[in-house]
């Protein structure tokens, strides 16, 4: 019998906010985080929108950042220790009485942001601030954690990965505790023009709050977020042993790679449903127990159409039944981050027991027929609920996370 | 070889209590020649490096990294009094560091 995994912490820093409350408030009114781009000067991009960190959040990486450190940071990595620090924080873990050898770290990382936004970049912080692996070493670093420590890169499911390694390795027996998560920002013009040069970015320029429109048939591309999530991992009997909180179990999980297309997703859908089907098992679960399912959602043509055909496979009529929500529609899609900060808004809406929106939805596709939780949360006692990764070069990742019932 | 005057030991002391204050984010008046660079003030090895920087274009100084690097394996700096001395010895010496081990 593999050993339970729960989630004792959790660290977020998003356009909707850098603190676990904040940022659970917006998205339960449904705010969108989309505006026109501060970073750059974007006036010559097909797309000029984004949903940035606020800028408070230099000020306020500063209280836990030191500034030697910042400085061979980009604002990216700092995004993901802040978010790790706050994980840390919430879980109540001393790490001076853990046996460091059995914390590991976890990070998913697509890039380090270090591009030509990134500000005071010296010849000597430049290597700092470029390797990818830098994120799970600045957060080893901060508390001298001596087990595993690296970085996944599997594009926009990254951090989805890093989690289930992180469960995987607990599971296993090789971890006592796992920080795991991450971080991205693409929010650039190198990265702009590439994915306009793919077409797979909004350009509602004009109407930023309602660009990212998921599963509606006015969708016309993903809209570029930013930020950091992470969750500390334990197992069950290690986080009971220490009095800890838990937020919600992590019963499962699934990576599947798609060998189909650098950039599409396969046709319709089948590699989603396969990978959601895997993670159902590993959790051991049954599909009437599945109450709801944070998608991948990108506003895209062919993810959202693949997606919604990929769950009715896995769950046939009884997908009507099942609530789907894309928190891309207000935090945008934060790339490598997006697996992580999608499952801790999966695992805010089993503990709270509500299910936040897809917002802009207006005008639904006559194709995409699911109840997609339309503009407004609602409340909904969660059993067990799915967080959907799915990246560029086929790259898919399901979370299963179920409502804990023992100490909360 | 320079001559280390008064002047020039009061200005690498300076310089070396200053850089450690403001990257350290720590109070000058608390830094001792006995403070210990990475355990007291969770400095890096990358500041001497930076420092040598400093010091070269001060003093104008011939001084290649390597000989730096090979003179430190025989004698580690862990304390800012040993850093100002071992900074000292490099504008005195330069390129000719390596002698004062023959």
Redesign the interface.
Known sequence: MPLKVIVSGMGIVSSLGYELDTFWKNLVEGKSGVKQITLFDASSCATRIAAEVPREFDEFSRTLV???ASGQMTRVTRMCLVAAKQAVSLSGLDFEQEDKTRCAVIMGVVNTGNSSVEKDTSL?NTVFKSMTNSMPAWISLEYQLQGPNFAINTACASSAYAISMGMQMIRNGNADIVIAGGADSIINPEEINGFNALYALSVANDTPEAASRPFTSKRDGFVIGEGAGVVILESEEHALRRNAMIYGELAGSALTSEGYNIMAPMKDGEGMSATMEKAIKDAGIEKDDVDYINAHGTSTELNDRYETLAIKRVFGEKAYQIPVSSSKSMIGHTIGAAGAIEGIITLLSLRNGILTPTINYTDPDPDLDLDYVPNKCRPKEIRVALSNSFGFGGHNATLVFRKYHGKV | MAKITENTRNEVRETVFSFFAE???ADKSQIKDATNIIKDL???S?MF??LIEIFKKKFNLDIELKTIGKYAVKHPVETIGQLIEMQLLIIEHENRLLELDK
């Open positions: 030191k500034k030697r000597q | 990257e350290c984010e969770d400095g890096d990358l490096l930076e």
